[in-house]
């Protein structure tokens, strides 16, 4: 069927966990062989391991050059080729508004989120323009269309990363390769309590505390999972450059 994965090759980032995790099983499950990328080895080894024979471990912070060099090394030399690249991982802010944010933190959400989805991009396209072929399917948010769902940083990175696949897609919209965007609403995984951050602040938490609570119910990653899957199919052909809310209906109140 069109929704079949067999003989391709997905790189997922963000793995180890929640949203990357689920989307790892989901192409394996489809037929896809899968390099399970996080940054924490730790955590992408289950995810490989749950998997088994068609996947390998690639720990690669995405947000270091020289690191997303050597994971699609990895990638090419234990599979040839890349068909799906998933630009999953990423890392909240404290939700601190603008006049509050220290730079610092801004600086590192931001080298994340969108650098670090760029990095990946920027080191797969050559491999994907080689093919003739490829699908990208990012993992942005809600706050990448609106301005009261997270904090500053996370909110601008999550702004980038749609501008980013708005450019791919269009880009390379001739070649065969696809590039389109989730926005996942309120999402069960472990982002809300990676030490990355630290505590949240309490000014911005309480100002964006009720447009949050409209959020109604958690997803389960699985969720993001089947339409990332969907994206990335051939049942896609024609989607390029789609910024697609999967949030039960959030962004539509
Ligand atoms: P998670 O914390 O459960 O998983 C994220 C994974 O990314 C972790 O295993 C972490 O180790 C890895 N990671 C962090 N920084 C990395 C780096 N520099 N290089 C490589 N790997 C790194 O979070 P999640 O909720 O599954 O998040 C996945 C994506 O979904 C993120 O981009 C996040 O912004 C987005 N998102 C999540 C929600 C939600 O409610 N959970 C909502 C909207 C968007």
């Known amino acids: 069927t069109t929704f079949a994965f067999?003989?391709?090759?997905?790189?997922?980032?963000?793995?180890?966990?929640?949203?990357?995790?689920?989307?790892?099983?989901?192409?394996?499950?489809?037929?896809?062989?899968?390099?399970?990328?996080?940054?924490?080895?730790?955590?992408?080894?289950?995810?490989?391991?749950?998997?088994?024979?068609?996947?390998?471990?690639?720990?690669a912070d995405i947000s270091d050059e020289a690191s997303v060099g050597a994971l699609v090394e990895t990638a090419i030399s234990a599979y040839g080729r890349i068909d799906v690249l998933c630009n999953n991982a990423g890392i909240m802010d404290t939700m601190a508004l603008p006049a509050d944010i220290p730079v610092g933190l801004w600086?590192?959400?931001?080298?994340?989120?969108?650098?670090?989805?760029?990095l990946v991009t920027h080191a797969v396209l050559p491999h994907m323009l080689r093919e003739g072929r490829g699908a990208i399917v990012n993992t942005a948010s809600e706050a990448g269309i609106r301005g009261?769902?997270?904090?500053?940083?996370?909110?601008?990175?999550?702004h980038g990363v749609v501008g980013l696949t708005r450019s791919v897609a269009w880009a390379y919209a001739k070649d065969g390769i696809r590039c389109n965007a989730i926005l996942p609403g309120p999402?069960?995984?472990?982002?809300?309590?990676?030490?990355?951050?630290?505590?949240?602040?309490?000014?911005?938490?309480?100002?964006?505390?009720?447009?949050?609570?409209?959020?109604?119910?958690?997803?389960?990653p699985e969720q993001m999972a089947d339409a990332a899957l969907f994206l990335a199919s051939d049942?896609?052909?024609?989607?390029?450059?789609?910024?697609?809310?999967?949030?039960?209906?959030?962004?539509?109140?």
């Open 6 to 59: 067999d003989d391709r090759v997905s790189l997922v980032t963000g793995a180890g966990s929640g949203i990357g995790r689920a989307m790892a099983f989901a192409f394996a499950k489809a037929g896809a062989r899968v390099v399970v990328c996080d940054v924490d080895r730790e955590r992408a080894e289950p995810t490989a391991s749950g998997i088994g024979d068609a996947a390998i471990v690639a720990a």
């Open 107 to 118: 600086e590192r959400v931001l080298r994340v989120n969108l650098t670090g989805t760029f």
């Open 148 to 158: 009261g769902t997270a904090g500053a940083a996370y909110t601008a990175s999550k």
């Open 235 to 253: 049942a896609a052909s024609f989607v390029n450059g789609a910024i697609m809310p999967v949030d039960g209906g959030w962004s539509a109140a």
């Open 187 to 220: 999402t069960l995984t472990g982002i809300a309590s990676a030490e990355s951050v630290g505590s949240f602040d309490p000014t911005g938490a309480a100002r964006l505390a009720p447009v949050l609570a409209r959020g109604e119910r958690m997803a389960q």
